[in-house]
């Protein structure tokens, strides 16, 4: 009974990730036309879609510690451990920020046609895709918006707390001297998993780390940078989930 509950929980995520998609797509279709309409868009996911799909699974999101200002760009990272970490993340700032994601997502039924025009997406077999990701950036970053990448390897073996991390949001970084904020979802894997053999509503938490200024670094020590938050949010991970 309990893993029947668990699919059919699972369907409703979808259920509820498509019908805002639906309703407002051909409004969010027209802003993207516009060199500013991102702006609005993102306002629509933050406060209409990220709360809908939180609210209708029974979550609910709290932040510990103390969070930046808004009104700042920054390079914002976090541990993937969860379908649901989108939706948290957008809870995390009201200052807009676009995400960089996988090119696959584009294959998605209306929600790819969004996704193409608001995403920066990456082809992660093609140099000159990961390439292109470093212009767009730039582009955002003019226009005052954060930039967001899940930094890890691979994320979905969940008998691994945290996966090695991808260089390239720390090189994106410091090329930009775009300030890291790295925070910490402590909750998502657990009680949202990548698979649907277990999972429950409540609390998700998401603890803010120091901000990481990066203005007078040199891509030599992307390593030593990348290391370094690695270590930061797996203690996190370790000691306070």
Same mark, same amino acid.
């Given at each position: 009974?309990? +893993?029947?509950? =668990?699919?059919?929980?699972?369907? /409703? @995520?979808?259920?509820?990730?498509?019908?805002?998609?639906?309703?407002?797509?051909?409004? =969010?279709?027209?802003?993207?036309? @516009?060199?500013?309409? *991102?702006? *609005?868009?993102?306002?629509?996911?933050?406060?209409?879609?990220?709360?809908?799909?939180?609210?209708?699974?029974?979550? /609910?999101? &709290?932040?510990?510690?103390?969070?930046?200002?808004?009104?700042?760009? #920054?390079?914002?990272?976090?541990?993937?451990?969860?379908?649901? !970490?989108?939706?948290?993340? %957008?809870?995390?700032? +009201?200052?807009?920020?676009?995400?960089?994601?996988?090119?696959?997502?584009? $294959?998605?039924?209306? #929600?790819?046609? %969004? *996704? +193409?025009?608001?995403?920066?997406?990456?082809?992660?077999?093609?140099?000159?895709?990961? @390439?292109?990701?470093?212009?767009?950036?730039?582009?955002?970053?003019?226009?005052? *918006?954060?930039?967001?990448? #899940?930094?890890?390897?691979?994320?979905?073996?969940?008998?691994?707390?945290?996966?090695? #991390? &991808?260089?390239?949001?720390? &090189?994106?970084?410091?090329?930009?001297?775009?300030?890291?904020?790295?925070?910490?979802?402590? !909750?998502?894997?657990? +009680?949202?998993?990548?698979?649907?053999?277990?999972?429950?509503?409540?609390? =998700?938490?998401?603890?803010?780390?120091?901000?990481?200024?990066?203005?007078? %670094?040199?891509?030599?020590?992307?390593?030593?940078? $990348?290391?370094?938050?690695? =270590?930061?949010? &797996?203690?996190?991970?370790?000691?306070?989930?």
């Amino acid at each position: 009974m309990r +893993k029947i509950a =668990l699919v059919l929980w699972r369907i /409703w @995520f979808y259920t509820l990730t498509a019908i805002p998609v639906l309703v407002f797509f051909i409004p =969010l279709a027209i802003l993207l036309l @516009f060199p500013n309409g *991102y702006r *609005y868009v993102f306002w629509v996911a933050r406060n209409i879609w990220a709360p809908f799909v939180l609210f209708g699974m029974g979550f /609910w999101v &709290k932040k510990i510690d103390g969070f930046p200002p808004e009104g700042k760009s #920054f390079m914002l990272v976090a541990n993937h451990t969860s379908y649901i !970490d989108i939706m948290v993340m %957008l809870r995390m700032r +009201k200052t807009p920020f676009v995400f960089v994601g996988k090119k696959e997502l584009v $294959q998605i039924p209306i #929600f790819g046609y %969004l *996704y +193409k025009r608001a995403a920066i997406m990456v082809d992660r077999s093609s140099s000159k895709s990961r @390439f292109e990701v470093y212009e767009r950036a730039q582009k955002v970053i003019q226009k005052g *918006y954060s930039v967001c990448i #899940f930094p890890e390897k691979e994320y979905i073996d969940e008998s691994v707390i945290l996966n090695p #991390f &991808k260089k390239g949001a720390f &090189k994106l970084a410091i090329e930009h001297e775009l300030p890291i904020f790295p925070m910490v979802f402590l !909750d998502c894997k657990r +009680k949202f998993p990548w698979y649907t053999t277990h999972g429950y509503p409540g609390s =998700l938490r998401v603890k803010a780390l120091a901000v990481i200024p990066t203005k007078n %670094l040199i891509l030599e020590e992307t390593h030593i940078l $990348q290391e370094s938050i690695y =270590l930061q949010i &797996k203690n996190e991970l370790m000691f306070k989930s």
